[in-house]
């Protein structure tokens, strides 16, 4: 059974940083992508970032992230992360960790966590 | 304002059949297939179908899924009580190199 337990998620002053953890069990994690998905309170979901599998990790991110937040991913730990920074009050969210069902980046999320949540306020 | 449009809610009878249109462009849902995502209140986003019809197993063969042009669609049959939730479409877009999803569609079975 595929599980996916996300981590990390905290009440963070605007400007600071934070590490989000994907942990992952139930299946080969370095063959298959990985991504972040975010949904604020009452909103819908967005995309945040994505990293391929099968030891090339190719990296996207939204345009609203970009240079602020890096993916990445430990295939030795099983663990997938989202490392934040310059965070801004509209990041506030509930951080959602997927599993793709192949190695691209763009492959279907199949299976997902409960989730983490970032507050960021003053 | 999200790349991909959807409306914002839907309605239906118990045993009536709706769909959910998903509305995009040539970078994204015109090159790529889209995705079907159901989230029940309170609960996180669970995939549903692909625009060619591969589904996990569990989900019912009363969700289909149609993809046209720059358009892709979600059909329900057999509508039931427990399909009340917030549907989601999504694909990847070429242009942007990233995923794009739909601003979601409140499904509510009266």
């Known amino acids: 059974e595929v599980r996916l337990l996300e981590s990390g998620g905290a009440l963070v002053q605007p400007g600071g940083s934070l590490r989000l953890s994907c942990a992952a069990s139930g299946f080969t994690f370095s063959t298959y992508a990985m991504t972040w998905v975010r949904q604020a309170p009452g909103k819908g979901l967005e995309w945040v970032s994505a990293?391929?599998?099968?030891?090339?990790?190719?990296?996207h991110h939204a345009e609203s992230v970009k240079g602020r937040f890096i993916i990445s991913r430990d295939n030795s730990k099983n663990t997938l992360y989202l490392h934040m920074s310059s965070l801004r009050v509209e990041d506030t969210a509930l951080y959602y960790c997927?599993?793709?069902?192949?190695?691209?980046?763009?492959?279907?999320?199949?299976?997902w966590g409960q989730g983490t949540l970032v507050t960021v306020s003053a | 304002q999200s790349v991909l449009t959807q409306p914002p809610s839907a309605s239906g009878t118990p045993g009536q059949r709706v769909t959910i249109s998903c509305s995009g462009s040539s970078p994204n849902i015109g090159s790529n297939t889209v995705d079907w995502y159901q989230q029940l209140p309170g609960t996180a986003p669970k995939f549903l179908l692909s625009?060619?019809?591969q589904r996990p197993s569990g989900v019912p063969d009363r969700f289909s899924g149609s993809k046209s042009g720059t358009s892709a669609s979600l059909a329900i049959s057999g509508l039931q009580s427990e399909d009340e939730a917030d549907y989601y479409c999504a694909t990847w877009d070429d242009s942007l190199s990233g995923r794009v999803f739909g601003g979601g569609t409140k499904l509510t079975v009266l």
């Open positions: 997927a599993k793709g069902s192949a190695v691209w980046s763009r492959a279907s999320l199949e299976s």
């Open positions: 625009s060619n019809n």
């Open positions: 990293v391929g599998g099968g030891g090339g990790g190719s990296t």
